[in-house]
């Protein structure tokens, strides 16, 4: 189950990375007023998965299980930052008609790449904190 939350954890991040690379590149971070999305947020949000991830596999080559755990335990802010993104963006995502000055950067997130990017992390942490509780062995 471990590697499963891996490879799964790594799909989440191919979405995240195309988020990413989607505000940076429509000015998210240059323009801060332009955005909806707060970029220690983004940021924060950002490094605190990766540290999970290079966590969770170092869980996984030296079978640490406290390891598991201190994994699961970044994830929850990195939920979290990633829930008030959600909410920040929905209102950017239903105003797609209307016209903002300057617009948003979030506005062109794909809104399949977001739903798949919320699916696959809440699996992640689902399958992460499972294998943390023992649950279909190591």
Known sequence: MGIAALLLWLLTAVG????LGTWI??????????????APVVF??????VVGLIVWISYLV??????????FA????????GFAMVVRWLPV?????????????????????????????????????LTALGVGGS
């Not at 030296?62 to 994994?71: N, S, T």
């Not at 970044?74 to 930052?81: D, G, K, R, T, Y």
């Not at 105003?95 to 809104?111: C, D, I």
């Open 25 to 38: 590149a429509e000015g998210g971070a240059r323009q801060p007023n332009s955005s909806h999305l707060p």
């Open 74 to 81: 970044l994830l929850m802010p990195v939920a979290l930052l």
């Open 44 to 49: 924060g949000h950002f490094l605190l998965a």
């Open 93 to 129: 995502y239903r105003a797609r008609t209307a016209t903002e000055t300057p617009e948003p950067a979030e506005r062109l997130f794909p809104v399949a790449v977001v739903g798949g990017h919320g699916v696959s992390a809440v699996a992640t942490v689902v399958l992460v904190l």
């Open 62 to 71: 030296v079978d640490e299980h406290a390891l598991a755990w201190v994994a």
């Open 16 to 19: 995240g990375f195309v988020l």
